[in-house]
C-alpha cells in the first residue's frame, strides 16, 4: 500500500511540473485578447441586430404593402394608396415575406463557403469589415430608401435582401476564426460558450431598437442598425488584429494535439526553416472546401447544427410576427415578448 502511494505522488508530482511548465511557456492572456474577444462580439451581435430587424417588421412592412393601408393615414388617402400597393391581401404579402426569408438564407449559406474562402487567403480584418460595410448598404437600401422614395418593386426587394444576405456571411467565419487565432483548445470551451451569446445579445438590441424608434416610421427602424453596423465595421477595420502573430505574440499554447494536422501530415510546413519559426512568420495555408468536407466529425456535425438552426431561425423569422397575429398584440410589445427567447438562449450557452 505505502509503495502504492509513493508511486501515485511521484505520478502527481511529475503530472504536476510538467503542466506547470506548459503553463510557463503560455502567453498568459493580453489586452489583445480581450479586444478580440470584445470586438468580435459586439460584431456579431450586430450582424443579428441587423437581420433581426425584418423579422420584427413583418406586420409593419406587410400593412405598406397590402390595401386599406393605415401606416400613414394623414399622408396617404385610399386612392393614391392604393394605385402602388403591391398584393391584393395579407396571404400574398406573408407569402412574399416568407419568400424573402427563403433567398436570405439560401444566399446566406451561398456565401459562408466564399466568405471562409476568402478569410482563408486574405486579411481576416479586411474582409469583415468590407461585409459589415455592404451589409449595412443592403439594409440601407433594402428597408430605409425602399421607404423614403415609396419603391414598391418585387425585384427591388429581392435583389437587396439577396445581397445583404451575401454580406452577412462574412461575419460568421471571420469572428469564429479571430476567436479560434487567440484562443486555444484548453479555453476555448469557455471562451466560445461565454462568446456564443453574442447572436441572442445582437437580436435582443435588434428588438429593442426596433420597438423603440418604430413610431418614427420603419425605414428608421432599418437605418439605426445598419448605421451601427457600418459604424461598427470602421472600429473593426482600425481596431481589430486578426492574430497573436500579426503583433509578436506566440500562437495559442496547449498541448501537441492543438497544432497536429486533423487529415495526416501532408499540410505540415517542411522546410530548412524550423515550423514553430515558420508559423509565426506566416499564416497557415487554406485548404480547399473538398478537404475541408472529408476532415472528420465536419458532416455529422453539421448535420445535427442544421437540424437546430431549422428550429432557431423558424423563431427568429417569425415569433414577433406570430405574437402579434395571434394574440393582436402592438408589433412593439411583441417585440419585447420575443426577446425572452434569447434571453432563454443567453442562459443555456453561457
Known sequence: MAKFRGSSANLLTSHSRELGSQVKKCSSWTHYHFSAFFITFFSYAIFHATRKTFSNLKTTIQAEWTPFNRTYPDFY????WNKRHLFEDNYDASFFLGTLDTVFMVSYSMGLFVSGALGDRFDLRKVLAVGMWLSAIMTFLFGTVSGWLHIYNYYW???????????????WPCVIAIIGNWFGKSSRGLVTGLWGASPSVGNIIGAYTVASVLHFGFEYAFLVPASLMFSCGVVVYFSIIPSSRDVGLPETCDDKSDKEPLLGTSLVVSDTVSSDSKESLSRPDAVSFSYAVFIPGVIPYSLSYACLKMVNYSFFFWLPYYLQSKYGWSEAVADRLSVWYDMGGIVGKC
Open 157 to 171: 426587394y429581392v435583389v437587396f435582401w439577396m445581397l445583404g444576405g451575401l454580406a452577412q456571411s462574412s461575419g
Open 77 to 80: 388617402d385610399f386612392q393614391q
